[in-house]
């Protein structure tokens, strides 16, 4: 008897694995940055070079850094998603234009409208670097503490937000709330 | 014939060899000799099959200027890894290295091994026993 039932045991449990690995999205590199404090920045301000964008003003709220360019097609596809989290007003979205030509970037926010508390140009891919980004559209969550919550890569949804991001951001509010 | 093949062989291997910046990062061969290992080691993220070095993604650009300016800098090949590792995670090495999360897989050769020898012992030694039995009837098992 355990001669057939050891073998099958192991068949099945190979299945398993075999399967499991089937759903899982080899391109998605989940992030170390998850519970460390995020990377600082501070970069120029896409709409005013003068201006610059610092992350450490950041800090104190939760907010959400979200890295785009205009030659990104995910981007595009994400960009009405965004503005309508932005009219929620729950938190700053940060945006983190990505090795980008600067009129066209400027242009792509007056033609789709301009979801972004701030932009900070990333013209060199460096401070993108630091963040881990490897594909946009990537969307950090930070929380009041300065530590990165979540990092979702792929064009942002009402879905992802919802189950994701907002659940995150009233945790963080109520953990930095609790402290003070 | 002969000739012209091995001259085109030669020429592919030639063709691959060769590093994929325009031109060398560094005039000092040790260098830039360390700078291509350091690129063969690194994973392009966007094209994962790749490496930094046989990628021309923009992120490996990107990620070959840093390990060029930290070269430059001076830092060591394991301060690069460790900055690549931070931002990446293990993923970006080609080599990996053996982490606590890793640890079974490392360890997965040497436990089967153990397994099966355990088996293999077993299995012997009951035949072993049951050829005795046949050999020598009943009193061999009071020994």
Known sequence: ?180 | MLRASLVATLLMLGATAHAIDAQDAFDDPVLQERYENINRELRCLVCQNQTIADSNATLAQDLRREVRDMIAAGQTDAQIREFMIERYGDFVLYRPRMTAGNLLLWAAPALLLLIGAIVLVRVVRRRAQETDLDADGPEAGQS
């Open chain 1, 1 to 180: 008897m355990a001669k057939f039932v050891i073998p099958f045991a192991l068949f099945l449990l190979l299945g398993v694995f075999l399967f499991v690995g089937l759903q899982r999205d080899p391109s998605y590199v989940p992030s170390p940055l998850i519970g460390k404090p995020a990377p600082q920045f501070s970069l120029p301000s896409l709409q005013d070079a003068a201006y610059p964008v610092s992350s450490q003003e950041l800090l104190g709220q939760p907010w959400v850094l979200n890295v785009w360019g205009t030659w990104c097609g995910g981007c595009r596809q994400e960009h009405d998603t965004l503005l309508a989290i932005a009219r929620q007003k729950t938190v700053p979205i940060v945006g983190l234009n990505w090795k980008d030509d600067n009129a066209l970037a400027q242009q792509w926010l007056r033609d789709l409208g301009n979801p972004y508390a701030v932009v900070a140009e990333d013209r060199e891919g460096r401070t993108a670097i630091d963040w881990g980004v490897y594909g946009a559209p990537e969307t950090f969550l930070i929380g009041p503490d300065g530590v990165v919550l979540f990092k979702h890569i792929a064009p942002m949804t009402m879905e992802v937000w919802n189950k994701e991001f907002l659940p995150r951001i009233e945790a963080s509010r109520a953990a930095a709330g609790s402290q003070s």
